[in-house]
């Protein structure tokens, strides 16, 4: 298992190195991300076209009020263990057709392999250039980096913590709380303990807003299954979180925001801002996903994904609107129901659909059996590469996850 996780790039080259040198070999032309269905292009000196890249359009066919964006929220450059010049990544992420994107090296101790005060400033100082209010919205932020206890991102901080000020976490949560930040746990169960288990912290809960259900090309609705783990998805919510669900690409080579498999975000959003990133990040109003231009958007009872049902029990009408464009129509997809379990999610309904159409239909739900609901999108013709108990729904390729519902109560 410990394999599957091992960084997929050369380590080599020295950070120190790296750090300012000046890259070649490859010219970015920035695309228009904020165009539905624009095509993007990274051109190579030669002139040659790298990719291009098509999806579905931004507007969903069943709210109004805010337009889908596509995000990466969690890279690396060698400011930490990533290979890559850090004057690169966001004009990366942009061609690359991305309209929000993160850089969140890793702060360690005293700074080895980690964030110095002045890498922080130059980050922010790279955020700030590549920034496009209404266009592109590029983020500073770091990665809490515990080898036990777990690795957790912060943005929209003024500073950032290591491992020094924050050795566990009820320091680290302390101190998120002290700030107006929000934060997200990363790869659930890759390290040992945990979070501690997921030890629910109350005067965190509203600053908690992620839950990484894709990093990489991994799914980790059964991480650490076959050694005898609870499902990180149910350990987090049934702890008390209220985490929305995002996917990432964790990127620690060169090619930010390029690579298609790997996990990514549709944040629904008022304005491509950092602010209107932000509210959608605190409203939960994002679904995790690892292919390239998906729009998801749902509601049940006419409530959004990452809101609150305004009853304890009945019968609850879900409306889902799942498009990839011209290239996935007519693409046969299951929609499941995910309700609470005691180590694996239930999966108290599996839905068919097809890509291109909005699918509604109606599930009973009651707070005697947990107060969150998630849906995951399916590919039923591809195997799940980390699979959970025997027969389980769950055990097919996931292709997206809705953030969660709450019941009150």
Not at 8 to 16: T, V
Not at 262 to 273: A, D, F, I, M
Not at 359 to 381: H, I, K, Q, Y
Request: proline share 5%; net charge negative.
């Amino acid at each position: 298992m410990a394999d599957r996780h091992a960084h997929d790039h050369d380590h080599s080259p020295s950070r120190r190195t790296v750090l300012g040198a000046a890259a070649g070999g490859l010219l970015f032309l920035a695309a228009a991300p904020g165009t539905a269905q624009a095509a993007t292009t990274r051109t190579a000196l030669d002139g040659t076209a790298v990719a291009a890249r098509t999806g579905a359009d931004r507007a969903s066919l069943i709210t109004q009020g805010t337009t889908l964006v596509h995000a990466d929220l969690h890279n690396h450059t060698a400011m930490s263990d990533g290979d890559g010049d850090p004057a690169l990544a966001y004009g990366s992420m942009r061609n690359a057709g991305l309209d929000v994107a993160a850089l969140t090296d890793h702060s360690t101790v005293f700074a080895i392999e980690g964030l110095s005060s002045s890498e922080w400033r130059r980050t922010a100082e790279l955020a700030d250039a590549a920034n496009v209010p209404g266009v592109y919205t590029a983020l500073r932020g770091f990665e809490w980096s515990h080898s036990l206890l777990g690795h957790a991102n912060v943005w929209f901080s003024d500073s950032f913590v290591d491992l020094v000020a924050a050795p566990g976490m009820s320091a680290f949560f302390s101190w998120l709380t002290a700030r107006d930040a929000v934060a997200g746990f990363n790869h659930p169960g890759r390290e040992a303990l945990r979070f501690n288990d997921f030890g629910f912290n109350a005067a965190a809960r509203d600053r908690m807003v992620s839950l990484e259900m894709f990093n990489r090309t991994d799914d980790y609705l059964f991480e650490g299954w076959s050694s005898g783990t609870t499902s990180p998805l149910v350990a987090c919510l049934n702890a008390g979180w209220r985490t929305g669900l995002t996917g990432v690409t964790d990127e620690h080579g060169t090619d930010w925001g390029f690579p298609e498999g790997k996990g990514r975000s549709g944040l629904w959003v008022t304005e491509n801002t950092r602010a209107g990133v932000l509210e959608a990040m605190r409203a939960r109003r994002f679904f995790a996903t690892r292919v390239s231009g998906l729009r998801l958007d749902a509601t049940a009872a006419g409530v959004r994904m990452g809101g609150q049902l305004p009853f304890t029990a009945g019968d609850v009408r879900f409306r889902v609107d799942l498009d990839r464009g011209a290239e996935w129509v007519g693409k046969p997809l299951h929609i499941q129901v995910l309700r609470p379990g005691s180590r694996a999610p239930e999966v108290v309904d599996v839905i068919p659909t097809t890509s291109g159409r909005i699918t509604e239909f109606t599930v009973p739900l009651n707070t005697a059996d947990g107060n969150w609901v998630v849906l995951r999108v399916s590919d039923p013709s591809q195997a799940n590469g980390t699979p959970g108990p025997d027969g389980h729904p769950c055990n097919d390729w996931g292709v997206a996850y809705s953030s969660p519902w709450w019941l009150q109560g």
